[in-house]
């Protein structure tokens, strides 16, 4: 499996700002994903990073808020703006990498963002 | 609807016994596959076994199989000779196909606690 390595691990922000999420994999993928843990719950899927287009987002995610950008096929950024405690959770990144019969996803340690 | 079940939020197992996590699954496609992942304490999502819905034998991965009962719809998870390190989350997980993507949908969790 692949080492996904996700910046920052942590961080305590002011409700209005802006947070940009990095996640950096060590081999080529075919697909990766932006997921939302808020506390307490499963795994929601924010969006699917395509490279070099728009990413697809899910229902009740919208661009505006969660822009990403996937420049090339090992780094991906997803970016929530204007935050309000509502969004406090944990963000995954995951990749399914080249190759992989099961498609099987591989998580990176997550991001855990507080809203104050 | 697609959709997955986990009925058990909550489990104990008494240390070196084994421990059944059930996880029930409705789709309407012919192809798509099965998985189990581990969050511990440190959030961290932990792969653990992938069972293809064409598969004619349970996956097997060490201390954990996957009891897959296709037309029951049901994909269990059997931890055996459970440790103390086993406490965690545990979700199942199936792909399935979504226009041009294929995403993961999740059940809700079962936490595990294992006694000493």
């Known amino acids: 499996s692949a080492v996904i390595s996700q910046k920052p691990s942590r961080d305590i922000c002011q409700r209005g700002t802006s947070l940009t999420i990095q996640c950096q994999v060590d081999s080529q993928v075919t697909m990766m994903f932006w997921y939302r843990q808020q506390p307490g719950q499963s795994l929601t899927l924010i969006a699917t990073?395509?490279?070099?287009?728009?990413?697809?987002?899910e229902s009740g995610f919208v661009i505006d808020k969660f822009p990403i950008s996937r420049p090339n096929l090992t780094f991906s950024t997803l970016t929530v703006s204007n935050m309000s405690p509502e969004d406090s959770s944990i963000y995954l990144c995951?990749?399914?990498?080249?190759?992989?019969?099961?498609?099987?996803?591989?998580f990176g340690p997550g991001t855990r963002l507080l809203v104050l | 609807a697609q959709k997955i079940t986990q009925t058990q939020p909550g489990m104990f197992v008494q240390e070196k016994e084994a421990v059944t996590l059930d996880c029930t699954y409705d789709t309407s496609d012919q192809s798509y596959g099965l998985f189990w992942y581990k969050q511990p304490s440190s959030g961290e999502m932990i792969f653990l076994i992938y069972?293809?819905?064409?598969d004619e034998q349970n996956a097997t991965e060490g201390r954990y199989s996957l009891n897959f009962q296709k037309a029951r719809k049901s994909a269990n998870l059997v931890i055996s000779a459970s440790q103390l390190g086993d406490s965690a989350m545990y979700f199942c997980?199936?792909?399935?196909?979504?226009?041009?993507?294929?995403?993961?949908?999740w059940g809700l969790g079962t936490s595990l606690a294992v006694n000493p």
């Open positions: 990073a395509n490279q070099g287009s728009e990413a697809t987002y």
């Open positions: 995951s990749v399914v990498t080249v190759g992989a019969v099961s498609e099987t996803q591989y």
């Open positions: 069972q293809g819905s064409y």
């Open positions: 997980a199936m792909r399935i196909n979504a226009g041009n993507n294929r995403k993961l949908i």
